[in-house]
Structures are given as structure tokens and as C-alpha cells.
């Protein structure tokens, strides 16, 4: 069986179908306004997800479908090829999602890394396009670690493929600028990271950056104590870095430059809230008017 072709074909339909999904449903309902245009934000959005898959491709050179695919090494622990599929598949998932809340971690603990991953946070705006907001270098840890435990444990195919799709789906689901009706919440809100919660993990404030790290599924922070479900400054809060929170934070050469940089001086964000809203506002009645 061709896994690699079924892998790519299943990746980019799941890719494109989430997005244009979240992008439909936050347009309908948007939990707050813009402050930069959505048709400019997923242009240079898309350049740096572009950019950074190219990097990933010429440093790393194989993809963790590849790697599933070949053979077991000498200091390998193959467990899970000897499990039944419907149970390496979950297991495959499971433990890779596990292994991006310690990586998405790591970019939070370590100066470094914090640098190159305040790109993402310093996005004045959340929605779906920031799911593709991330610096080239910022893949590589990941991914690295996603290719270590594949060979470490010889992790199904099936498996790789279902952990990738889970992981593009809820990447673009988190970052909805929408959220879940209450009564889906209630229901979802105990295992899968919803948008409101992830909200929380990008607010401005720096005690709410510590907590929400899971990607697909909530479990993680409530077990090790990083689950929040309200953000320290209340009800309504700004999102992104202080600093940044202003239209020139979405160009290219600016991210790209970004970790090279001292950060920012504070602006205040709370401020620029209230000005988008009434920007908004102004437009919506020059359109009825």
C-alpha cells in the first residue's frame, strides 16, 4: 500500500477542508473584531507556513509518515508494531499529542525558544490564520521529536497518519476567532481544547501564556496542572504580545526577524481593543447607513 501518497492526499484534503471550515464559521460569528484584514493575514500567514515547510523538508529531509514506514532500528523499543491496529492507531495519536504539549512547553521555559515561538504569540489578531503563524525554525523541534518516538517506538503508519490529521484539524479548530455554543461546549470542553480555551493561552496577559499548551486534547493540562478555563484579567481580554498588538506585527520580514530582536516596548493593548471594536462598530453603521 502506498502510505506516503494516502498520507498526502489525506494531510492536505483535511488541511484545506478544516481551514476553509473555521474560516466559513468565524466569519458567519466572530467572537471580536480585527484589527488586521483577514485577506492580509492569511496571504503572509500562508508565506510563513510556506517557508517554514521548506526549511522543515531541507533540514529534516523525512517525514514522520516515512519514517514509519521504514524499518526498526537496533535501539528501537517496538512495542507498538505488535499491537492490533484499532489499538496502535489511538496509541499512535495519544502519544504524539502528548509530545507536542512538552515541546509547546519547552518553547514557553527555554529564553530561546521563547523567541522564536513569540512569533505566534505576538499575532494582534487570533483566528484561523494563526494556526499558520509560526517562524520556520519553529517546526523543527516538533517534528523532530514527533520522528523520535515513531522510530523509537515503531509506531503504526495508520497511526502517524490519524495523529497528523488530528493535529492539522484541531491546530485550525483552537484558533477559530469563534466559539462553540454552550451546549456543545459543556459537552466538549472536558476532553478536546476548544477556541475559548485556547483564547486564554494567547491572551496579552503573561500567567495566562503559561497555562492551555494542548493541541488536540485538554487532558494533558488538567494532569499536569496547566488548565485554565478563565483568564486572570477577566471576562474580556486582549490578545497577543504587548508590544505588538498593531497592524505592522503581520509582515513578513518583521516575523521573519522577530527572534533576532528584543522584544518590543508595551503598549497599551487594552486600548487598541477598544479602538478595533469601535472601528468595527463605525464600519458596520456606514454599511447600514
Partial sequence: MDWARIGSTAYWTTFTVAFLLVAAWESRAPERPWVVPAGRRW?????????????????LRLSPVAVAMGPARSWSFPWASGLPVWVGVP???????LSKYFTHRLFHAIPWFWRVHRVHHSDPDFDV????RFHPLEPLLPVASDLLLIQLFALPVE???????V??????????????????GKVLRGWLVLPRTHRIHHSDA?????????????????????????????????VGLPGYQEPRSVEFVEMLMQPFHAERATENSADLLAAASEDQESASDQSHG
Avoid at 496509541?91 to 499529542?97: P, T
Avoid at 490564520?129 to 499558520?132: A, C, D, E, K, Q
Fill in 43 to 59: 496571504t503572509v500567514h500562508g508565506l510563513l507556513m510556506i517557508s517554514g515547510a521548506l526549511l522543515r523538508a531541507a533540514v
Fill in 91 to 97: 496509541v499512535a495519536v495519544l502519544l504524539l499529542d
Fill in 129 to 132: 490564520s494563526t494556526g499558520l
Fill in 159 to 165: 497511526g502517524v497518519i490519524a495523529a497528523q490529521l
Fill in 167 to 184: 493535529s492539522v484539524a484541531s491546530n485550525f479548530f483552537e484558533h477559530a476567532n469563534a466559539d462553540v455554543p454552550d451546549a456543545w
Fill in 206 to 238: 503573561f500567567g495566562d501564556q503559561q497555562t492551555n499548551f494542548g493541541e488536540a486534547f485538554v487532558w494533558w493540562d488538567k494532569l499536569f496542572g496547566t488548565y485554565r478555563d478563565r483568564s486572570e484579567a477577566g471576562g474580556t481580554f486582549a
